[in-house]
């Protein structure tokens, strides 16, 4: 089942609208529509270590990542873990075609979610014009992320994989309209390496040889400077950067929305970090 964490509770603050990092689903949506979204939405707060979704839950709830940081993870039954993807803030996941999900996502800090029903959360891309067209592009831009994780890991080295996990963490935090030669580094090594395949041995070895090699600086282990974007690209075998998403999605009435069991609080993302 899902272990969930303490709903929030208080008043809401006003006047903070979403504006997801690029690439989120929120950033296509004027101001109506994310607040006719977060009406939709309940938010609860998850401790760190502890799974959001767990694997086996039935599918039928979508969830945004608030605040903090997740991964999205399959586990053997041998206790084996792949991570599939990192989640940040604005980051959906929770999207299947099966009753339950076969992957988990964990809380790698404390995180703050919204969790939507899944038929309002359809309800709403049915009301929303435009909004159905954006939805389809970030999930063909989530397929073309996991063509790019086979691609590494089956003909990456562990410096090439390296590379192109750094200029990802700062392409994930760069805000639009600003240049950024930097990022957090807010997993551990054990996850990087197995979201990449490596050992975190190899993860460590992977990142010296990269700081010798004058592409990247480690002030300190959870942070990374990065003096040439470009460098480091061509170091990671990356694809061309992805442009931001455009379109802002205009708003219009819900014909029939289903009714809340109950009145929950609002969910509102805030400005991304």
Not at 33 to 50: D, I, K, N, Y
Not at 179 to 189: N, V
């Amino acid at each position: 089942m899902c272990l969930k964490g303490r709903r929030l509770g208080g008043p809401r603050k006003r006047g903070r609208v979403s504006h997801a990092r690029r690439g989120t689903i929120c950033s296509a949506l004027d101001a109506t529509a994310v607040q006719r979204l977060h009406e939709l939405a309940q938010v609860e707060v998850v401790p760190a270590g502890r799974w959001i979704v767990h694997p086996g839950d039935a599918a039928g709830t979508v969830f945004m990542l608030r605040k903090g940081h997740a991964n999205v993870a399959r586990v053997t039954r041998e206790g084996k873990r792949q991570i599939l993807a990192f989640a940040f803030p604005g980051d959906y996941f929770g999207f299947t075609f099966e009753e339950r999900y076969v992957y988990g996502a964990w809380a790698d800090s404390d995180v703050t979610i919204c969790r939507l029903a899944r038929e309002r959360f359809d309800g709403f891309v049915d009301s929303t014009p435009g909004l159905e067209r954006h939805l389809r592009m970030q999930l063909t831009r989530l397929l073309d992320s996991a063509q790019e994780l086979i691609f590494t890991l089956g003909r990456k080295n562990a410096v090439e994989r390296v590379a192109a996990f750094l200029w990802y963490l700062q392409y994930r935090q760069r805000k639009p309209g600003r240049e950024r030669t930097g990022a957090a580094i807010p997993m551990s090594r054990t996850d990087i390496a197995d979201f990449l395949g490596l050992t975190p041995e190899s993860v460590s070895r992977a990142m010296t040889r990269l700081k010798r090699d004058g592409l990247i600086r480690l002030p300190s282990p959870g942070e990374v400077e990065i003096p040439d974007l470009a460098r480091l690209r061509d170091a990671g075998v990356v694809i061309a950067e992805p442009g931001p998403a455009t379109t802002t999605v205009a708003s219009s009435p819900a014909p029939s929305q289903p009714a809340a069991p109950a009145p929950a609080p609002r969910c509102d993302a805030g400005r991304s970090a």
